[in-house]
Every structure is written in C-alpha cells, then in structure tokens.
C-alpha cells in the first residue's frame, strides 16, 4: 500500500486559488490516486480521482507528473465552505481492503 | 439518488447495553462498508460487505458484530463496548469492491459510550 503524504494544514483567502500536494512515492504501477472532502461531522465526499496526467470536473482539478509519485489537488476561487479536511488515497484497482485515509489536509478559507 | 442514511444520528450507550447502528442505500450498490472515526483522526476501515457477504473484517473486537440482511441494508451491532469506542461510525457504498469505484458515506452515527 502506497503511503501518501499531505501538508497538515493550509489557509487560503476566499477567492484564491488552493493547491494540495500530496506525495506518493512509493506509488504502484496499477494505483489510482482519489480525493475526498470531510466536513465536520459528515463522511467523507468523492471529490476526483486520476491515474495520470491532469483531470478535471465541475470541482476541481488533479495534476499528476509523470513519474506519479506526487499529485496536486487544485481548488479553484475557494469559498468560506470549501473548509474541509481533504484526503488524498492511493491504491490498487482491485481490494478494497487497501482503503486507507492518511492524515489528510484541513483547509481553512478566510473571509 | 446517491444517499446513504444512517440512523441513530446519536447514541449514548453504557458498556453493558447492546444497541446497533443501520445503514441504508437505495442505489443498487453491492458493496457496503463500516468506518470508525475518531475526533480529528482519518476514518478507518472495519468492515466491508460484497453481495451480501462479509469480504472483510480488519481485525475488529467481537463486541461490534456487522450483519447485511440484505442488498439495502447494514446493522452494526453494539455489545459490550468500553469508553474508547466511543466515535462517529461512517457507512459507506460502492457499485463493487474495486478500488476505484466512488465510494458514497452517510452523514455517520455518533456513539458515546459511558
């Protein structure tokens, strides 16, 4: 299981645009790398997931270079509710035992 | 619909009650898990259930019991539990068990145990 690190925090003013790395450097050739917002007391959201190169959604977008060992979460023009942890998870296609949450990230916007 | 419901939202229990947690998705899912959380901590897997069947059980004590009744339906239960179990219990559903199928977590129970 590919172990990932996150900063612990981060503070952003609203309006900015917020970038999380995570590192992975011990990331297999069949991992996927997924990310996750939590809101206090509420489980975890589905927020994108990628194997390589960039990905983006109506939410956000994922940088991923191309050795993969690291990954950049981007949030773009944060908003007061964009305060959340965010995780960052990698792990294989198949087993869903390997579904492991690190520390993750807990972003505070500032108004 | 894309909901996972959890019922109670909160539960107060003494170390000799037996209470238990239910999970409930209508999407068609056929994987359901159980999560322990415990304040400022990463969620942390305990169960996970494919078609109906236990698939996994990441070393959990025997005084948390999960039960799937059917493709909807997830009951955790409680018996015997001490202070530190005390945490918000997440459920959560997937299409299947592979890694990268979109998990979907209800708001969660969140258990004091006395």
């Known amino acids: ?111 | 619909d894309t909901e996972v419901t959890q019922t109670p939202k909160h539960l107060v229990m003494g170390m000799t009650n037996k209470k238990s947690l239910k999970c409930e998705q209508h999407m068609g899912h056929r994987a359901m898990y159980w999560y322990k959380q415990k304040a400022k901590k990463p969620p942390e897997l305990m169960f996970v259930y494919s078609y109906e069947k236990l698939s996994i059980n990441e070393s959990v004590p025997s005084r948390f019991s999960p039960e799937c009744p059917n493709s909807s339906l997830l009951n955790l239960h409680l018996h015997a539990l001490q202070p530190e179990d005390s945490a918000l219990y997440l459920c959560a559903s997937s299409q299947g068990t592979a890694y990268q199928e979109t998990q979907y977590f209800g708001p969660g129970t969140r258990l004091l145990v006395l």
């Open chain 1, 1 to 111: 299981l590919a172990k990932t690190t996150q900063p612990i925090s981060m503070d952003s003013y609203e309006g900015q645009e917020v970038n999380i790395t995570c590192s992975h450097n011990n990331i297999a050739t069949n991992d996927y790398i997924t990310w996750y917002q939590q809101f206090p007391s509420q489980g975890p959201r589905f927020i994108i997931q990628g194997y390589k190169t960039k990905v983006t959604n109506e939410v956000a977008s994922l940088f991923i270079p191309a050795d993969r060992k690291s990954s950049t979460l981007s949030l773009p023009r944060v908003s007061l509710s964009d305060t959340a942890v965010y995780y960052c998870l990698v792990g294989p296609e198949t087993g869903a035992n390997n579904l492991f949450f690190g520390t993750g990230t807990r972003l505070t916007v500032i108004p």
